[in-house]
Structures are given as C-alpha cells and as structure tokens.
C-alpha cells in the first residue's frame, strides 16, 4: 500500500472507530441519520479521494478509494459516504461541480422518455438516502452519449423505507427540476457497475469485522475449561471464515486496480470482468461469513446488544443491492462462452 493509500485508511479508520461504538450505532438507529458525523465527514473530506483537487479532492483512483469504502464496510457506517464517493467521481468524470450537501443517487438509467423540458419524472425510483437527499445526481442516455443529470429533490413524494440494516432506501415518485446537464464520457450504466465495485469493497470491510469479532470471543470465551480457539471444529470455522475475507479483499481490490488501468469502455479488455467477478465473489461470501462468524458466537451472536449484527445485517443488505451473485455470474457465464474453451484462461488471467 502506498503511503497515500496508507494516511487515507489511518485518517478514516481513526474517525469511525473511535466514533461508530455499539452505543452509538444503537442511538443512530433510534434517533436517524447522524448529522454531527456526516459533518465531520465532509469537514475531512473523506467523500472526496476521487474528486478533483479543484473540487477539494485528491483526484485519486479507485485503488485508493478501496481503503475508505473497505473501512465504512468495517465499521458498518451508517453513512451515504460510498454514494458520495460515486457522485464526487461522475462529477469528476463530467467536468462539472456539486452542489453541498447528501446526493441522492439515482442508481438506474434514466433514458430520454424520463424527461421533460427542464424536468426529470421519476417513477418509483428506489434512491438510497433518499429523505435526506439536498440533490440527486443521474445518467441519462442521450443521443450524443451519456449525461450526468444534477437535478432538485424538491416536491418528489418520498415512500420512506429501509433495508435490512436499517439504512434508508427510500423510493422516489414525482417531478424533479434539473439544475445542469452535463456529458459524461462514461457508460450510461456506470452507476451500477461502480456501485457494485463500492458495495464489494463494503463487503471486504464488513468480512473483516466477522472475523475479527470471532477471533476475539472464541479466544476469551471458554468452555469446558477450555477457550473456544481450541476446539478443532471452532479453528476450522476460523480459518474457513479467514479464507472467504482473503478472498473477496483480493478480488475487490484487483477489480479497483483493474478500473484505474482500463476502464469500462475499452473496444478490448477493460474492467468489467473484474468487476463482476468481484461483485459476483462477496455477493456470493455474505452466506458464509455471517453464518461460520455467528457459529462461533452462538446464541449471543443473535442478540441486539452484541453488535455482530451491525456488521451482518448490512452484508446481507449489500449482498443485493446494485446485482446479486446470480445477474452478475450470468455476466461471468456469457463472457466465458464467447471466449470459448481457448479464450477462458486468458480472459481469467488478463
């Protein structure tokens, strides 16, 4: 990790973890979104790794966005920061700045029948934070390509709603009026695949957790006179949980690598094979790494002022959110029959 790479995971690993305790993450539940925390978010400019340095930024790639959105993961942040980080980007991308406050981002496209005049009309469109969004922020297909749509929440009917991690996941119905249009060199379906590559790299945090968590109680628990560790069947959980993280970390990080090299719309290789690999692997490890980290924990594991669940519940929420295992191996499935028997190795390796 380079030294860049290195101050962004101590600044936000310092900031979470002494802030995001159970106590707190229990109150956040209870009393909603954490503005204090929000605020000093932007005041440390966390959102912004992938902003221009005129925008405040670090005009950095997405290998050095990885630590950030690997920590929020870690510490189950109940926080819009991932979003952001994608908007400050498509912003970036567009050549265009963003107005202050939460983004709504629209995580679909918005094609050309949506729009009207200076409006965009949004039917059900299900937008995370989207009570508490000062902007929402789309791509829109155009005949010239796409466009970044910076557009006003103001007058939308907001069908309030949480996923299982009790983030909001709130559905926008109505009429927005559009601040700016601007093109962006990017595919109009960006926000999902990068959204998948940001919800991968939450999983990778959210896997340390469970088996930090789990290395911890089985050391101090004990049973029989003996602490859980020793147990043949507790180490093979363990070491069967330490592999699934190693894993998803590798393949997130490889697929972040692989988008600051070649990008999405390379007529050759670019990164969309990493990056459906990658959403397809931690989709596809949330099963097991809730269920071998509650294992060990046992009935406590269950229990609401263990905060295991912080971390698991928002896996299982991210585990679908922007593809799940099955959309993104079809993607995986299709790439491998076109390159033929020949062709599958080359396309695995790069």
């Given amino acids: 990790m380079n030294e860049m790479r290195q101050m962004l995971e101590d600044s936000v690993e310092r900031l979470f973890g002494d802030r995001l305790d159970w106590e707190t993450q229990t109150r956040i539940e209870e009393e909603g979104f954490p503005r204090a925390l929000w605020d000093e978010v932007v005041d440390q400019g966390i959102h912004k790794v992938l902003a221009t340095e005129e925008a405040g930024g670090l005009d950095g790639g997405w290998g050095d966005a990885y630590p950030v959105l690997r920590a929020c993961g870690k510490h189950a942040v109940p926080l819009p920061v991932a979003e952001a980080m994608l908007a400050e980007y498509l912003a970036r991308e567009a050549g265009c700045s963003l107005p202050e406050g939460v983004p ?21 469109v299900r937008t995370p934070w989207g009570r508490h969004a000062a902007y929402l922020v789309g791509v829109a297909t155009g005949d010239a390509g796409a466009e970044l749509v910076l557009a006003a929440p103001d007058g939308l009917e907001v069908a309030e709603e949480d996923n299982i991690g009790r983030d909001p996941r709130d559905t926008l119905t109505g009429t927005a009026r559009i601040h700016a249009r601007h093109p962006l060199p990017l595919p109009a379906d960006c926000v999902r695949w990068l959204g998948a590559l940001a919800r991968s790299a939450q999983i990778a945090g959210g896997g340390v957790t469970c088996l930090d968590l789990a290395v911890q109680y089985a050391a101090e628990r004990e049973q029989f006179g003996r602490p859980l560790s020793a147990f043949q069947a507790i180490q093979h959980y363990l070491a069967d949980l330490a592999g699934v993280v190693a894993s998803v970390d590798s393949i997130t990080m490889a697929a972040c690598e692989a988008y600051d090299q070649r990008g999405m719309t390379g007529a050759t290789r670019n990164a969309r094979f990493e990056i459906a690999a990658a959403k397809c692997r931690a989709s596809e490890a949330v099963e097991k790494l809730t269920r071998l980290s509650h294992q060990v924990h046992g009935a406590i594991g269950f229990t609401y002022e263990y905060g295991l669940h912080f971390t698991t519940r928002r896996l299982w929420a991210w585990r679908a959110e922007f593809g799940g295992a099955g959309e993104w191996g079809e993607f995986l499935g299709r790439a491998a029959c076109e390159a033929g028997g020949d062709g599958v190795w080359p396309l695995i390796t790069g």
Avoid: N, R
């Fill in 104 to 124: 709504g981002l629209l995580p679909q496209v918005l094609d050309a029948d949506a729009f009207e005049s200076d409006a965009v009309k949004l039917d059900g």
